[in-house]
Nanobody, 115 residues
Framework: QVRLIESGGGLVHTGESLTLSCVASGDIFSSGAMSWYSRAPGKERELVATINSDGQRSVEDSVRGRFTISRDLAKNTIYLHMNNLKPEDTATYYC?????????WGQGTQVTVSS
């Protein structure tokens, strides 16, 4: 059973950077995909970025050019590198692991960007 733990959130000012980490127990890289989602106050959870088992990456248009996703196979960890943060990036960020037969979420980490 995969378990995911996010960390790295915090309070930052506009224009600053953060890197979120999602550490996994269990096999997350041999199949399926890992993704980051955000849920802003009062909004639905939204996809931010995905990296699949082949290492292919995609980032949503809304954050492309500012956010990137990466992974460290040895550490069984994925990252969300967030640059030039804006107040509208304020949200709880979740990672998940999705396969055809399972979907696992972490507990989330809060990012707050002050203006």
């Amino acid at each position: 059973q995969v378990r995911l733990i996010e960390s790295g959130g915090g309070l930052v000012h506009t224009g600053e950077s953060l890197t979120l980490s999602c550490v996994a127990s269990g096999d997350i890289f041999s199949s399926g995909a890992m993704s980051w989602y955000s849920r802003a106050p009062g909004k639905e959870r939204e996809l931010v970025a995905t990296i699949n088992s082949d290492g292919q990456r995609s980032v949503e248009d809304s954050v492309r050019g500012r956010f990137t996703i990466s992974r460290d196979l040895a550490k069984n960890t994925i990252y969300l590198h967030m640059n030039n943060l804006k107040p509208e990036d304020t949200a709880t960020y979740y990672c998940n692991h999705a396969k055809w037969d399972s979907l696992v979420w972490g507990q989330g980490t809060q990012v707050t960007v002050s203006s």
